[in-house]
T-cell receptor, first 113, second 115 residues
Framework: DAKTTQPTSMDCAEGRAANLPCNHS???????VYWYRQIHSQGPQYIIH???NNETNEMASLIITEDRKSSTLILPHATLRDTAVYYC??????????????FGTGTRLQVTL | SAVISQKPSRDICQRGTSLTIQCQVD?????MFWYRQQPGQSLTLIAT?????????ESGFVIDKFPISRPNLTFSTLTVSNMSPEDSSIYLC????????????FGSGTRLTVV
């Protein structure tokens, strides 16, 4: 699976949009971009994933560049409860096919008042 | 998404002893994964447990130290054997729900302290 690069930490004011970048310049054509987050003392939580197109769900939006070498996770209105470590992961997967996730160091997002 | 129950949630153990961690899923899944998260670190995959076959271990992890059982499609155990303080970590099990658009689901983890 391709390697990802994320900033070590970021701050965001509550109520503002949090934009978390991720570089994955060696991504292959069949690899998806996944985002997870880990709130302190809990197991990681799935947020969103995508292949080429931008994706949106109730938690966040995922913007993938046209060349797919980078992406941005957007939390539109960050709250204190969004304070967590956010992991960007790239892996090849097909529907119904399980495969392992390889975690990098992630971005520690601190949401402040 | 799948609901994963992991037990115990935490334990303090003496060095040289063993601890078995249980992971129960509310639906049948083909593969289950065991991770370790050392203090202040990211998650590291220990092994993949497939029902009906031997677990597949990642580099740096061996069966004698981390034996895994997978007796059916909803349950797995991870044993941490002959523990030392370096084994103090959070251990997490997970299942892959990618095919159902739910993503990868994790248990809440077992916080192990070895004294």
């Amino acid at each position: 699976d391709a390697k990802t690069t994320q900033p070590t930490s970021m701050d965001c004011a509550e109520g503002r949009a949090a934009n978390l970048p991720c570089n994955h310049s060696t991504i292959s054509g069949n690899e998806y971009v996944y985002w997870y987050r880990q709130i302190h003392s809990q197991g990681p939580q799935y947020i969103i994933h995508g292949l080429k197109n931008n994706e949106t769900n109730e938690m966040a939006s995922l913007i993938i560049t046209e060349d797919r070498k980078s992406s941005t996770l957007i939390l539109p209105h960050a709250t204190l409860r969004d304070t967590a470590v956010y992991y960007c992961i790239v892996r090849a997967t097909e529907a119904g096919t399980a495969s392992k996730l390889t975690f990098g160091t992630g971005t520690r997002l601190q949401v402040t008042l | 998404s799948a609901v994963i129950s992991q037990k115990p949630s935490r334990d303090i153990c003496q060095r040289g002893t063993s601890l078995t961690i249980q992971c129960q899923v509310d639906s049948q899944v083909t593969m289950m994964f065991w991770y370790r998260q050392q203090p202040g670190q990211s998650l590291t995959l220990i092994a993949t447990a497939n029902q009906g076959s031997e677990a597949t271990y990642e580099s740096g992890f061996v069966i004698d130290k981390f034996p895994i059982s997978r007796p059916n499609l909803t349950f797995s155990t991870l044993t941490v054997s002959n523990m030392s303080p370096e084994d103090s970590s959070i251990y997490l099990c997970s299942v892959d729900w990618t095919g159902r658009d739910y993503g990868y689901t994790f248990g809440s983890g077992t916080r192990l302290t070895v004294v």
